[in-house]
């Protein structure tokens, strides 16, 4: 089955700076990739996705890219914010379209 | 519309005992999931349906069961429950599409096996 690595585990950052969050997947056949943000104890939350026709999506101050050779995705937010501060996932949805498998989260800290 | 919601939102439980954890959507999506959050291991899939009648086995499917005997609803069901089952667990749902399309999550059930 499919296999989402997701690193870092745990990102701090300044206020203003940029943050990388980076995933890579193991099943060639997966063509859906979302990003999910979750507040401390709260759901998780759809923030971009991308499908595997397109190689870069933005969304304001939300980017997510896509390297189908590598089998790699990241997600980029720039001018973070400290509302930015959450866990977030990667996720790969795999060909049949039935399975979605979340990467371990990454703890994102924004410093004011 | 209230999207995805579970029941209850909290439980304490004791070894050897059962529940059952009921999901419901009103989005008249096909596709229903029941995840795991456990703390640095992220969202592991439980079971899934896709469709009424349908279920399948996920990444972590010992110790549960479930059922999807209406479209809307998604049960997922303990019949002993162990101290490792202590965990966040979140029910979502998605419509049928080849090309991806979003889950949505309902807000949680934070289950304790003492």
């Known amino acids: 089955g499919e296999n989402v690595e997701q690193h870092p585990s745990t990102l701090s950052v300044q206020e203003g700076d940029s943050a990388v969050i980076k995933c890579t997947y193991s099943?060639?056949?997966?063509?859906?990739f979302p990003w999910y943000k979750q507040e401390l104890g709260k759901r998780p939350q759809l923030i971009i996705d991308i499908r595997s026709n397109v190689g870069e999506k933005k969304d304001q101050r939300i980017a997510v890219t896509l390297n189908k050779t590598a089998k790699h995705f990241s997600l980029h937010i720039t001018e973070t914010q400290p509302e930015d501060s959450a866990v977030y996932f990667c996720?790969?949805?795999?060909?049949?379209?039935?399975?979605?498998?979340f990467g371990g989260g990454t703890r994102l800290m924004v410093k004011p | 519309n209230a999207g995805v919601t579970q029941t209850p939102k909290f439980r304490v439980l004791k070894t050897g005992q059962s529940m059952t954890l009921l999901c419901a959507q009103d989005?008249?999506?096909?596709?229903m999931y029941w995840y795991r959050q456990d703390p640095g291991m992220g969202l592991r899939l439980i079971h899934y349906s896709v469709g009424e009648g349908t279920t399948a086995k996920g990444e972590v499917p010992d110790g549960y069961n479930v059922s999807r005997l209406k479209k809307q609803n998604f049960l997922l069901g303990l019949e002993s429950a162990a101290p490792s089952q202590t965990s966040v667990y979140f029910c979502a749902s998605s419509y049928a599409t080849r090309t991806g399309t979003e889950a949505f999550f309902g807000q949680g059930t934070r289950l304790t096996v003492v």
């Open positions: 099943d060639s056949a997966s063509n859906y």
């Open positions: 989005m008249n999506h096909e596709y």
């Open positions: 996720a790969a949805r795999n060909n049949a379209g039935n399975m979605l498998t």
